[in-house]
Structure formats: structure tokens, C-alpha cells
Nanobody
Framework: QVQLVESGGGLVQAGGSLRLSCAAS????????MGWFRQPPGKEREFVAA????????YYADSKKGRFTISRDNAKNTVYLQMNSLKPEDTAVYYC?????????????????WGQGTQVTVSS
């Protein structure tokens, strides 16, 4: 079993930055790819970014490239999502997810464990 706890969400003005963190426990972290997804109000959950267990490979939704950066610190069992130049349309609940494979995935169905989510609100 894996437990994931997100933190770092909040209210920010458009153009600002936030860094989300996801602390993991319960499994060998470095063998688990991690992903970030988000669910805007009234919409379906969507892929944001993912990173392989080693951290060598990263994956981004096309619309997030350049503004969002995923990283991980395996010594701290933590994955991060740095979000810059935030826009009101980035408002969503952001979820951290883990899969039992080293390689990342763009697809929600390939993740086995999920955090409870953290709210990010970007004001205009």
C-alpha cells in the first residue's frame, strides 16, 4: 500500500507561481513513476505531468510544457510540481498519483495510488 499526501496548494494571482509537493510512503519510492493530474471545476480529471522512478524521464501534457516542471527527490520520497506563470484556467484540484512501474504514463488508468488532492485557485 502507498500513501500519498499533497501539499502546497492555495490561492495565487495570475502570473504567480506555486510549488506542489507530494510525500509518499509505504513502497520503494524510487521504483515508482509518479504523476500529477488535475480536475478543473465541472470538468474531467486530466494529465499534467509525470516522472519516471529514477527521475531521468519526464512527461508533460503539451499545454503545460514550459510553465510546469515535475521533479522528484528520492531521498525524501517526494515529488514536486513547480507551476509558473499561472493562469485562471489552471484553477483545479491537483492530484498526485503513483504507479507500480518505473516508467511514467500519460493515462490515469495506469496509476494505482492517488492522493486526496490539493486545491489551486488562480485569481485574475
Amino acid at each position: 500500500q502507498v500513501q500519498l499526501v499533497e501539499s502546497g496548494g492555495g490561492l495565487v494571482q495570475a502570473g504567480g507561481s506555486l510549488r506542489l509537493s507530494c510525500a509518499a510512503s509505504g513502497r520503494t519510492f524510487s521504483s515508482s513513476a509518479m504523476g500529477w493530474f488535475r480536475q478543473p471545476p465541472g470538468k474531467e480529471r486530466e494529465f499534467v505531468a509525470a516522472i519516471s522512478g529514477s527521475g531521468v524521464s519526464t512527461y508533460y501534457a503539451d499545454s503545460k510544457k514550459g510553465r510546469f516542471t515535475i521533479s522528484r527527490d528520492n531521498a525524501k520520497n517526494t515529488v514536486y510540481l513547480q507551476m509558473n506563470s499561472l493562469k485562471p484556467e489552471d484553477t483545479a484540484v491537483y492530484y498526485c498519483a503513483a504507479r507500480t512501474y518505473e516508467s511514467g504514463s500519460y493515462y490515469e488508468r495506469n496509476y494505482d495510488y492517488w492522493g486526496q488532492g490539493t486545491q489551486v485557485t488562480v485569481s485574475s
